[in-house]
Each structure stands twice: as structure tokens, then as C-alpha cells.
């Protein structure tokens, strides 16, 4: 039976995560502020537009939600872990404390390749498969993500062309002009966002494939994905500078 000290630990530990979790899930929507329908002089937002808002939505779910998920998992491993091993007390703190911080709320690529492995029943094949089923799901929502900030640049484009036209002619003012272009530089923030979540993604799905070690196929398979992702997270970069670019010559 446990005793109160190590149940106040643990409620402890696991206030810790939750609230390590819900502050991950708090992120901001760029174009959170620039909804059909909202108040003042703002534009609605195109198809295009509202396709990349929902794409982001589902493209953040996947990565942040999977990394967490797995950060809490390893977390919850090493409580159980310490409690099995049969330590009491202050030693049986001590041994929370320090698993939780080394395996769970301080590293999520441990966290989630511990949940791998568990899930998998310990068989390395099969933790590795597992992985590579997540990065091929979170490149299909980049993928769709790519599809629509192309059409949301090409829109941009046209937009930020009529724009320096209206300017040349006197049909708009500066600080008119300027208050249009907030439109473009929404957008553009959510796909920086978005880009830096890709990135991040990269980077944990390459320290998670450096720690597995599912057979030389499996190992491919991953790379390949991997590989994949960096191929999407260069196209998303060139979208970026373009419509960057074009913001940039609209103020010419």
C-alpha cells in the first residue's frame, strides 16, 4: 500500500505534467484574429485561407499532442519503475523526482520513445514501425498544408500586385496600403509558425530514430520519411520567401 508521502508525490508529479501539457496546448493562432465574420474592417477569409487556418490546426495536433503524449508517458513509466523497485519514503521521492525530470516532463523525445517501446511490447521492430507510421502522418498533414499556403500565396501575390498598382495611382494612401498589407503578414505568420513546428518535428524524429534500433528495412523506412519531411519543410521555406519577397516589392 502506498503511503501519504508518496501519494502526495505523485499528485504532485502529475499536477507537473498536466500543467506542463496544458501550457503547450495554449499556442497562438496567427490568423486566430482574422476570421470570417469578425468585427471592424477586416476582410473574410478566402477558401484558401480558411483551409490553411484548419490545416495548421491539424498539423499542431499531431506534433504537439504526440510529443507531449509521450513526454507524460515516460514521466508515468518512471513513477511505476520506482514504486516496483520498492523504495519508501524520501528514497522513493528522490527516485520519482529524478526519473520524471530525466525520463518524462524534461525530454519528450525520451518520453515519446518510451511509449513506443511500452506500446510495442518492448519489441524494438515494432517501436520503430510505430514511429515511422507518426512522421508519415504528420507529413500527409504538411503536405496538405504545403497545397494550401501555395494557394494562399498565389492570392497574396495578386493581392500585393493590385496593391502597389493602387498606391502608384493614388488610389490608395500609405497608410491605407499598409493596413492591407497586415492581411499577408497574418498569413505569413502562420506559416512561420507552422515551419518552426516542422522543424521542431524534424529534429525529435531524428533523435527518436537515433535511439531506436528496429532492423536495417525498418531503419530505411524511417530515414526515408524523415528525408521526406526535410524535402516539405525546404518547399514551405521557398512559399515563406516568395510571399516575403512580394511584400517586400508591394512597398517599392
Same mark, same amino acid.
Given at each position: 500500500?502506498? =503511503?501519504?508521502? !508518496? $501519494?502526495? =508525490? ?15 496546448? @495554449? %499556442? ?15 476582410? /473574410?477569409?478566402?477558401?484558401? /485561407? ?18 507531449? %503524449?509521450?513526454?507524460?508517458?515516460? &514521466?508515468?513509466? *518512471? !513513477? #511505476?519503475? $520506482?514504486? @516496483?523497485? *520498492? ?7 528522490? $527516485? ?6 530525466? *525520463? ?13 517501446? +511500452? ?8 517501436? =520503430? ?5 507518426? #512522421? ?15 494557394? #494562399?500565396? &498565389? /492570392? *497574396? ?9 493602387? !498606391? ?10 499598409? +493596413? ?22 524534424? %529534429?525529435?524524429? !531524428? ?31 521557398? %512559399? ?7 511584400? =517586400? #516589392?508591394?512597398?517599392?
Amino acid at each position: 500500500m502506498m =503511503t501519504a508521502s !508518496v $501519494c502526495r =508525490t505523485m499528485r504532485w508529479t502529475l499536477a507537473a505534467a498536466l500543467s506542463l501539457l496544458l501550457s503547450a496546448c @495554449l %499556442t497562438t493562432n496567427p490568423l486566430s484574429s482574422f476570421t470570417a465574420g469578425s468585427e471592424g474592417d477586416q476582410p /473574410e477569409l478566402t477558401a484558401a /485561407e480558411k483551409q490553411l487556418q484548419e490545416d495548421e490546426k491539424r498539423f499542431f495536433s499531431t506534433t504537439m499532442g504526440g510529443a507531449f %503524449t509521450g513526454a507524460l508517458i515516460g &514521466a508515468g513509466t *518512471g !513513477v #511505476v519503475g $520506482c514504486h @516496483l523497485m *520498492g523504495y519508501r519514503d524520501q528514497r522513493l521521492r528522490n $527516485c520519482i523526482i529524478a526519473t520524471t525530470a530525466a *525520463g518524462g516532463l524534461a525530454g519528450g523525445v525520451d518520453g515519446y520513445v518510451t511509449a513506443k517501446r +511500452e506500446s510495442a511490447g518492448r519489441d524494438e521492430l515494432r517501436a =520503430t514501425q510505430a514511429t515511422i507510421g507518426d #512522421v508519415k502522418q504528420d507529413n500527409d498533414k504538411l503536405k496538405s498544408y504545403l497545397s494550401s499556403s501555395n494557394q #494562399v500565396l &498565389a /492570392e *497574396g501575390q495578386a493581392r500585393l500586385t493590385a496593391l502597389r498598382r493602387d !498606391v502608384q495611382t493614388s488610389k490608395l494612401g500609405a497608410a491605407e496600403a499598409e +493596413e492591407a498589407r497586415q492581411r499577408e503578414e497574418r498569413n505569413i505568420a502562420s506559416m512561420t509558425k507552422t515551419l518552426d513546428q516542422a522543424k521542431q518535428a524534424r %529534429t525529435n524524429y !531524428v533523435a527518436a530514430s537515433k535511439k531506436l534500433t528496429g532492423d536495417a528495412q525498418s531503419k530505411r523506412q524511417l530515414d526515408a520519411e524523415i528525408n521526406r519531411m526535410n524535402q516539405q519543410i525546404a518547399q514551405l521555406e521557398k %512559399t515563406i520567401t516568395d510571399y516575403n519577397r512580394a511584400l =517586400t #516589392v508591394s512597398r517599392a
